[in-house]
């Protein structure tokens, strides 16, 4: 038998999950698998934050061609749309309620079957320790692997908030979590709202609120006051060739790589020539140095970030259509207090500013734990853990990878680890090391686990 552990059933767990059943129904095995899920919130039909909304204009920013979460079957997400009536096309930004009902539906097909055994476990794990997961409501042990698959995590985000009871209510701290909340207010109070944040949050935030308080006008902020653009066609006739990254790849062969692709297009953009690269982008990134990556992080994200992501073009044009009529003014502002002096020029005021990634600011019990046990370290760019390719803390040793870390929470190592596409692979690695490893026992080629004590003898 082994015991595995998922910590998380947003689209990263449920993924892991469905891998680990077809590892073992494919290959038939002897060995029986034991697989507990764990979530924290309560609604079985909860599949992350992403996915909660049910406003119809909300809509995935990537297409559905690149948002099957199974990299060995990338039509899987549009054929259970097709088959479900939405009929989503490659190039479709589907309805992120839709999405969250796919999740769903892979959810309900993780049932127990012969010799896979699944368990649903509600509750929040808090702590880890040899082989044992400490969850609120009790204790689970045996586990001889576990994965955490843990999302975006909420944390203290270079803002501090001091107000008094009666502007609390005005305030949005987490807009995924209170989105009803910000439809009860009346519409005669709400007149103005300040939306922190210009990305692809606040984007959602603007159509949302203007669709609610139509008469408000809507203040967005932040240091560039750059908002995301919509993915334009893909630039023909040229293709970026991977010549330079080898080791020595620099900052400088990247400044360098842009001018060449200036010239060789007539009519360049920044955003052509991130789509040009995108596949190489976190080979890019592992061949700088940590000094490089810094300085990437210090003066090209924020721009990199408005090229990077993009918005379905329907809401891009909504945006230009608030901010040409005045609806929506975009300010170069960093607001660092929400206090009440604050909210007295605002009816209503949305933190759009996402998550934060230094781990030691998450206010996750569970992460605070595996730092202070040293199971994972902050990375050295105070970005997400510090991690190998697989997700797996190497500072443990090779004898400790049990332990696997999937989703934004690779973001040090590589740079491109949030949106579904780059989940998907890393699902993708951890699902080929388990196919490995069933294989290697079935064959008796290592050591097999042995049941009661934990000591794992695989290589
Ligand atoms: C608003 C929003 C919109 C997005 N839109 C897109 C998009 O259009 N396309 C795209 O590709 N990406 C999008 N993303 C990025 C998105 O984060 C990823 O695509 C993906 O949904 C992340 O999945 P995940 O499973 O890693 O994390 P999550 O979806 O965050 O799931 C993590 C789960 O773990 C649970 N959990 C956390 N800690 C514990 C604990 N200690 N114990 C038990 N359970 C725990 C949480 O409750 C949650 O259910 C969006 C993100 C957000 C926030």
């Not at 949050?201 to 750059?226: G, Q, W």
């Amino acid at each position: 038998m082994i015991q595995i552990g998922i910590v998380g059933m947003g689209v990263s767990g449920i993924t892991m999950a469905c891998y680990l059943r077809d590892i073992w129904r494919q290959q038939n095995s002897k060995i029986k698998l034991k697989l507990y899920l764990f979530e924290k919130e309560e609604s079985f039909h909860y599949t992350g934050p992403a996915y909660v909304t049910t406003y119809s204009s909300h809509l995935l920013n990537v297409p559905a061609k690149s948002m099957s979460p199974f990299r060995d079957d990338p039509h899987h997400f549009i054929r259970w749309s097709q088959e479900n009536g939405y009929c989503y096309q490659e190039m479709s930004y589907a309805c992120r309620s839709h999405y969250g009902k796919y999740l769903l539906h892979l959810k309900q097909t993780l049932v127990s079957q012969e010799n896979i055994e699944i368990h649903w476990v509600q509750d929040e794990i808090i702590d880890y320790q040899e082989h044992t997961l400490t969850g609120k409501k009790r204790i689970y042990s045996n586990f001889h692997y576990t994965l955490f698959a843990l999302g975006n995590l909420e944390g203290h985000k270079n803002i501090q908030v001091n107000l008094k009871d009666g502007h609390s209510s005005c305030y949005i701290e987490r807009p995924w979590k209170e989105l009803k909340k910000i439809n009860e207010f009346s519409s005669e109070k709400i007149k103005s709202i300040l939306l922190l944040g210009t990305g692809l949050t606040m984007s959602d935030m603007a159509s949302y609120v203007h669709s609610l308080y139509p008469e408000a006008k809507i203040e967005a902020v932040s240091r560039h006051a750059l908002f995301p653009t919509s993915k334009k066609k893909d630039p023909q006739g040229t293709e970026f060739v991977a010549t330079n990254l080898a080791e020595s790849f620099k900052l400088i062969d990247l400044v360098h790589e842009i001018n060449v692709f200036r010239k060789r297009v007539r009519r360049p953009s920044f955003h052509d020539f991130i789509q040009q690269i995108r596949h190489h982008i976190n080979h890019m990134w592992h061949a700088l140095h940590q000094k490089e990556q810094r300085q990437f992080l210090k003066y090209l994200w924020s721009f990199w970030n408005v090229e990077r992501h993009r918005i379905p073009q329907t809401l891009h044009e909504e945006m230009c259509l608030l901010v040409q009529n005045k609806i929506l003014t975009l300010k170069k502002k960093r607001v660092r207090k929400i206090n009440d002096e604050l909210m007295s020029k605002f009816d209503l005021v949305i933190n759009c500013l996402g998550p934060t990634y230094h781990l030691s600011r998450i206010h996750s019990p569970l992460v605070q734990n595996l730092l202070l046990k040293k199971i994972i370290q902050d990375h050295p760019l105070k970005m997400g853990a510090k991690l190998n390719e697989w997700g797996t803390p190497n500072h443990l040793g090779s004898e400790n990878n049990h332990l696997f870390f999937i989703g934004n929470i690779q973001i040090g190592e590589s740079i491109e680890s949030t949106a579904l596409p780059d989940i998907a692979e890393q699902c993708y690695k951890v699902k080929l090391y388990f196919e490995e490893l069933l294989k290697n026992l079935e064959s008796g080629r290592v050591g097999r686990i042995r049941d009661n004590s934990l000591q794992i003898d695989i290589c």
